[in-house]
């Protein structure tokens, strides 16, 4: 491991090489260099990276550095075939990392685990999808099985997916959204009504502030660098909070900005940056309110038309404003009073002001108060519903706003049911199904027998590592539809199979011919993608086909031809035209160049709350995360533990082990901590530790060990250390307030010295 530290800016030539050295590690460099010239374009395919917008603007070159990590990671020419699994017992396999097992290349053909001998085996298609049918047949009951869902599964895939789980009557629908998003969904669906960001890209060319709060855009939304930075050249503010100071946030030289790179020129990002304590942004926001309660009352600021004709609670919340104290915001938020009335001031002078957040607010306990907090912020002066101001929640993956939309959902609407109900002549099932943390809870227990995965990677993504390793074993079936081998295919059922499927990048040919698919990125738009590599895809199927094998199998005589709506996607369109809302004409408008915009109920101001008004909700400030912030004795201090991306990794994918913007290089079980801490614990950069988890008093038994010490410009009292490897520290029962997530930014833990020795 090698630590320096970064002085350049984010992307620039440092971007360029990294991009280059993926695209020969792929052994694909011709046909590569070609996929990412058809990145985001109309008539290629939809970068599998984040979630990020594209303006509809010709440009020869539409993807990022870490798009192209994602794409030449998928579009690879190593192959991993049944010689593989032969020689490697899966006892083996499970001992190597999480890198070792994605690199062995794209999955080929469909494997079943054999546990006598404890390998993988080829089996043909239709006998995998008997055996499917046969488990789930024998279940007493629908429920007793689990649909996951990662959210790069297309429009198309997840329509059809939930549209057979209904039918086979369950709404057991856990997805990688219920640990990433969830509380901005129930958040905003309160308080505006509507359970997504209110913003389109075209509103960050007319903001006056965007004040973007825990998010890493430099490597999660690279190409949302270049929207900041045209905002800052034409001198919006840029107001940021986040617990690390993120190179990305900072500065950014556009690697297609020729000027800036040959005269080594950046923007500057940020014109102010606050560093919070982990968690401590719901009272940075309420000292916000507070200032502006302050100022409002010497010149008013407030917009009263606007609270008046459209929200309600303004009085209460105001009044709960009041009564927090500025020494409790201060304890909590971690920032200085000047601080704080220093971003109120930016807040009260601009006309127009976007809010962006992701998993730095979305993964604590206090998530959805804390988002509910931001968005009475918005009501005061009323930034929703106009141009260039709004709240954007910046999502993940590619498509995990399109896979909710399509009906991925453990609480389904009741006017889903409805319209499944007419358009197919089924009952759906009425209750509520599982989400990621029930489902854990339910497999562990034998409730649930059986785990279908449509995507992702559940054992090595979700909480407590080793009890969810437990619940997957104990099922009696898992299924695996997957492009590359990793963790929860190494932790198989007592029968595990693996369907290899396409990926984005890949040409999808069926009987009508070539098919493209669909996705919604974070700000509504959806648009057509289509592969364009065709080789060595022989023995792979197609999501849909794959779920459209499954549901025959399951299913019999099915009044539903699954197998004819897979030969012309435009026909699982037809019904989702029919079904939901904003998919009017689908096939149709899916010709428009840049897509099209399925509209934003909140933003034509439309409220539909309960109250058909927008909610001022007033929370009282958290004391869960005071109880971790306690002065620190000497002895056994409590640190905050958040757990990051690096910028060599796509959640549980790891590209590489280096992290660039924070000079890390070649090692990912490292542990940021504060020089102050260091000092606190007596040890040095470098050295190793053990951690602990300790949500409990005498709760000791979540334990990772040597971890290297990496001195870092981080909040005394709070830590930073890179996931999955810290997955196994939280607790399945240590989620959020009415949104489940798993709180993977805000870990209670202790440090011992890796030797034993107890700090
Ligand atoms: N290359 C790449 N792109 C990705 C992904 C990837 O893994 N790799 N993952 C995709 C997915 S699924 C998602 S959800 C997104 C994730 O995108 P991000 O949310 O950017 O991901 P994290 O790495 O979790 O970064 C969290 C950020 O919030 C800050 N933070 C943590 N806790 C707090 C807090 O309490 N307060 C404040 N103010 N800041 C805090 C951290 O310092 C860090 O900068 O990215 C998507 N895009
Ligand atoms: N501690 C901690 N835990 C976290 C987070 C955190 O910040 N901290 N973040 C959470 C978040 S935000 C998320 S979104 C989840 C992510 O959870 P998941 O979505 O379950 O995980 P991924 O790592 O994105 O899944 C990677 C796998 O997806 C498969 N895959 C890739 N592309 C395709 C495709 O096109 N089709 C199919 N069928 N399979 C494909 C590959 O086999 C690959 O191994 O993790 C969560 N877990
Ligand atoms: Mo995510």
Same mark, same amino acid.
């Given at each position: 491991?090698?630590?320096?530290?970064?002085?350049?800016?984010?992307?620039?030539?440092?971007?360029?090489?990294?991009?280059?050295?993926?695209?020969?590690?792929?052994?694909?460099?011709?046909?590569?260099?070609?996929?990412?010239?058809?990145?985001?374009?109309?008539?290629?395919?939809?970068?599998?990276?984040?979630?990020?917008? $594209?303006?509809?603007?010709?440009?020869?070159?539409?993807?990022?550095?870490?798009?192209?990590?994602?794409?030449?990671?998928?579009?690879?020419?190593?192959?991993?075939?049944?010689?593989?699994?032969?020689?490697?017992?899966?006892?083996?396999?499970?001992?190597?990392?999480?890198?070792?097992?994605?690199?062995?290349?794209?999955?080929?053909?469909?494997?079943?685990?054999?546990?006598?001998?404890?390998?993988?085996?080829?089996?043909?298609?239709?006998?995998?999808?008997?055996?499917?049918?046969?488990?789930?047949?024998?279940?007493?009951?629908?429920?007793?099985?689990?649909?996951?869902?990662?959210?790069?599964?297309?429009?198309?895939?997840?329509?059809?997916?939930?549209?057979?789980?209904?039918?086979?009557?369950?709404?057991?629908?856990?997805?990688?959204?219920?640990?990433?998003?969830?509380?901005?969904?129930?958040?905003?669906?309160?308080?505006?009504?509507?359970?997504?960001?209110?913003?389109?890209?075209?509103?960050?060319?007319?903001?006056?502030?965007?004040?973007?709060?825990?998010?890493?855009?430099?490597?999660?939304?690279?190409?949302?660098?270049?929207?900041?930075?045209?905002?800052?050249?034409?001198?919006?503010?840029?107001?940021?909070?986040?617990?690390?100071?993120?190179?990305?946030?900072?500065?950014?030289?556009?690697?297609?900005?020729?000027?800036?790179?040959?005269?080594?020129?950046?923007? $500057?990002?940020?014109?102010?940056?606050?560093?919070?304590?982990?968690?401590?942004?719901?009272?940075?926001?309420?000292?916000?309110?507070?200032?502006?309660?302050?100022?409002?009352?010497?010149?008013?600021?407030?917009?009263?038309?606007?609270?008046?004709?459209?929200?309600?609670?303004?009085?209460?919340?105001?009044?709960?404003?009041?009564?927090?104290?500025?020494?409790?915001?201060?304890?909590?938020?971690?920032?200085?009073?000047?601080?704080?009335?220093?971003?109120?001031?930016?807040?009260?002078?601009?006309?127009?002001?976007?809010?962006?957040?992701?998993?730095?607010?979305?993964?604590?306990?206090?998530?959805?108060?804390?988002?509910?907090?931001?968005?009475?912020?918005?009501?005061?002066?009323?930034?929703?519903?106009?141009?260039?101001?709004?709240?954007?929640?910046?999502?993940?993956?590619?498509?995990?706003?399109?896979?909710?939309?399509?009906?991925?959902?453990?609480?389904?609407?009741?006017?889903?049911?409805?319209?499944?109900?007419?358009?197919?002549?089924?009952?759906?099932?009425?209750?509520?199904?599982?989400?990621?943390?029930?489902?854990?809870?339910?497999?562990?227990?034998?409730?649930?027998?059986?785990?279908?995965?449509?995507?992702?990677?559940?054992?090595?993504?979700?909480?407590?590592?080793?009890?969810?390793?437990?619940?997957?074993?104990?099922?009696?079936?898992?299924?695996?539809?997957?492009?590359?081998?990793?963790?929860?295919?190494?932790?198989?059922?007592?029968?595990?199979?693996?369907?290899?499927?396409?990926?984005?990048?890949?040409?999808?040919?069926?009987?009508?011919?070539?098919?493209?698919?669909?996705?919604?990125?974070?700000?509504?738009?959806?648009?057509?993608?289509?592969?364009?590599?065709?080789?060595?895809?022989?023995?792979?199927?197609?999501?849909?086909?794959?779920?459209?094998?499954?549901?025959?199998?399951?299913?019999?005589?099915?009044?539903?031809?699954?197998?004819?709506?897979?030969?012309?996607?435009?026909?699982?369109?037809?019904?989702?035209?029919?079904?939901?809302?904003?998919?009017?004409?689908?096939?149709?408008?899916?010709?428009?160049?840049?897509?099209?915009?399925?509209?934003?109920?909140?933003?034509?101001?439309?409220?539909?709350?309960?109250?058909?008004?927008?909610?001022?909700?007033?929370?009282?400030?958290?004391?869960?995360?005071?109880?971790?912030?306690?002065?620190?004795?000497?002895?056994?201090?409590?640190?905050?533990?958040?757990?990051?991306?690096?910028?060599?990794?796509?959640?549980?994918?790891?590209?590489?082990?280096?992290?660039?913007?924070?000079?890390?290089?070649?090692?990912?079980?490292?542990?940021?901590?504060?020089?102050?801490?260091?000092?606190?614990?007596?040890?040095?950069?470098?050295?190793?530790?053990?951690?602990?988890?300790?949500?409990?008093?005498? $709760?000791?038994?979540?334990?990772?060990?040597?971890?290297?010490?990496?001195?870092?410009?981080?909040?005394?009292?709070?830590?930073?250390?890179?996931?999955?490897?810290?997955?196994?520290?939280?607790?399945?029962?240590?989620?959020?307030?009415?949104?489940?997530?798993?709180?993977?930014?805000?870990?209670?833990?202790?440090?011992?010295?890796?030797?034993?020795?107890?700090?």
């Amino acid at each position: 491991m090698t630590v320096k530290k970064y002085h350049g800016s984010a992307g620039g030539w440092g971007a360029l090489a990294s991009t280059t050295k993926h695209l020969v590690k792929s052994e694909n460099v011709i046909r590569n260099i070609r996929n990412l010239l058809m990145t985001n374009q109309h008539d290629g395919f939809d970068c599998p990276g984040c979630a990020w917008g $594209e303006l509809e603007e010709k440009r020869r070159f539409k993807f990022c550095e870490n798009g192209a990590k994602a794409v030449n990671w998928e579009a690879t020419a190593r192959r991993v075939r049944a010689d593989f699994f032969a020689t490697y017992p899966v006892s083996w396999l499970t001992k190597q990392s999480d890198y070792f097992l994605e690199e062995q290349g794209r999955l080929s053909e469909p494997l079943i685990y054999d546990a006598q001998s404890d390998h993988y085996r080829p089996i043909e298609w239709d006998q995998a999808f008997s055996l499917i049918a046969a488990h789930l047949q024998a279940l007493e009951d629908p429920n007793q099985a689990e649909f996951y869902t990662s959210g790069r599964a297309s429009n198309e895939a997840a329509y059809l997916y939930q549209l057979f789980v209904r039918r086979f009557g369950t709404n057991n629908f856990p997805d990688c959204s219920n640990m990433c998003h969830e509380a901005s969904g129930v958040a905003l669906k309160q308080t505006i009504g509507v359970g997504k960001g209110t913003v389109t890209l075209d509103d960050f060319e007319h903001a006056d502030a965007i004040f973007v709060f825990g998010q890493n855009p430099g490597t999660n939304h690279p190409r949302m660098l270049d929207t900041l930075r045209s905002a800052a050249k034409r001198g919006a503010k840029i107001l940021t909070f986040n617990n690390l100071k993120e190179r990305g946030l900072e500065r950014f030289t556009n690697p297609q900005a020729i000027n800036e790179m040959l005269t080594g020129g950046c923007t $500057e990002l940020t014109h102010h940056y606050f560093t919070p304590k982990l968690g401590g942004d719901m009272a940075a926001v309420r000292g916000i309110s507070k200032a502006l309660v302050a100022m409002n009352k010497v010149t008013p600021i407030f917009d009263t038309e606007f609270i008046e004709q459209h929200t309600q609670g303004f009085d209460q919340y105001i009044e709960s404003v009041e009564k927090t104290s500025w020494e409790e915001i201060i304890e909590q938020s971690g920032l200085c009073q000047k601080e704080i009335e220093l971003a109120a001031n930016v807040f009260s002078k601009s006309q127009r002001v976007i809010l962006t957040w992701a998993m730095g607010i979305t993964q604590h306990h206090h998530s959805v108060a804390t988002i509910q907090e931001m968005t009475n912020l918005q009501l005061l002066t009323g930034q929703i519903g106009k141009k260039g101001a709004g709240v954007c929640p910046v999502r993940g993956h590619s498509n995990v706003q399109g896979d909710r939309t399509m009906g991925i959902d453990e609480k389904p609407p009741q006017k889903l049911l409805d319209a499944l109900e007419k358009e197919f002549s089924f009952k759906p099932p009425q209750g509520i199904g599982h989400n990621t943390v029930q489902s854990i809870k339910a497999m562990a227990e034998g409730d649930s027998k059986v785990f279908i995965a449509l995507g992702g990677n559940f054992a090595a993504a979700t909480p407590d590592t080793e009890l969810t390793k437990k619940a997957l074993s104990s099922c009696d079936l898992t299924v695996n539809i997957a492009t590359k081998l990793n963790r929860t295919h190494v932790t198989p059922g007592k029968t595990s199979l693996i369907l290899p499927c396409l990926g984005r990048t890949d040409v999808d040919m069926q009987k009508a011919g070539a098919q493209k698919v669909t996705v919604e990125d974070s700000f509504s738009m959806v648009h057509a993608s289509g592969g364009v590599v065709n080789s060595d895809t022989a023995n792979m199927r197609s999501e849909p086909a794959i779920i459209a094998g499954i549901a025959h199998a399951v299913l019999g005589k099915d009044p539903i031809d699954w197998q004819d709506l897979v030969t012309d996607y435009g026909k699982i369109r037809h019904h989702i035209a029919r079904t939901i809302p904003g998919f009017e004409n689908f096939n149709e408008r899916l010709k428009e160049p840049g897509g099209f915009y399925l509209g934003n109920s909140a933003a034509e101001r439309q409220w539909q709350t309960m109250t058909g008004k927008a909610q001022f909700i007033a929370h009282p400030l958290p004391e869960s995360i005071l109880k971790w912030q306690k002065p620190k004795q000497a002895k056994d201090p409590v640190f905050v533990l958040q757990t990051i991306r690096s910028h060599d990794q796509y959640n549980t994918t790891v590209y590489g082990f280096d992290d660039r913007y924070r000079g890390v290089f070649g090692e990912r079980k490292v542990l940021f901590i504060s020089p102050e801490d260091l000092n606190l614990i007596g040890m040095k950069s470098g050295e190793l530790v053990n951690i602990s988890a300790c949500w409990g008093e005498n $709760e000791k038994q979540r334990k990772v060990t040597e971890f290297k010490l990496v001195s870092y410009d981080i909040p005394a009292g709070n830590l930073a250390a890179y996931f999955p490897e810290t997955n196994p520290l939280v607790a399945l029962d240590s989620y959020g307030e009415q949104s489940f997530t798993p709180i993977s930014k805000s870990i209670p833990v202790i440090l011992e010295k890796a030797s034993s020795l107890k700090i």
